[in-house]
């Protein structure tokens, strides 16, 4: 069994920069983050494996980076250049082992 916390989230101006944070707490295998807006199904935001490749959302190529830390077992997304279309709820991701893990989501809110 794998825990993920998560930490950072919160209101945001258009243009602003937020990072996010989630810590295992064990090893894993790829770590990411989706994100689910009110009415909508929850999309990948962007994924990292353990070698460091990454695969991000078409809508925030180039704003958003992700980053991992496999010796302390965290995953980041630096988000910059935020609009109001980022508002979501984002929530860590973990897969173990073909087995997925997710945190308990953390409010990103885009507005003026």
């Known amino acids: 069994q794998v825990q993920l916390v998560e930490s950072g989230g919160g209101l945001v101006q258009p243009g602003g920069s937020l990072r996010l944070s989630c810590a295992a707490s064990g090893s894993v295998d790829v770590m990411g983050w989706y994100r689910q807006a009110p009415g909508k199904q929850r999309d990948l935001v962007a994924i990292?494996?353990?070698?460091?490749?990454?695969n991000y959302l078409d809508s925030v190529k180039g704003r958003f980076t992700i980053s991992r830390d496999n010796a302390k077992n965290t995953v980041d997304l630096q988000m910059n250049s935020l609009k109001p279309e980022d508002t979501a709820v984002y929530y860590c991701?973990?897969?173990?082992?073909?087995?997925?893990?997710w945190g308990q989501g953390t409010q990103v809110t885009v507005s003026s």
């Open positions: 990292i494996i353990p070698d460091g490749r990454t």
């Open positions: 991701y973990a897969l173990k082992l073909a087995t997925p893990y």
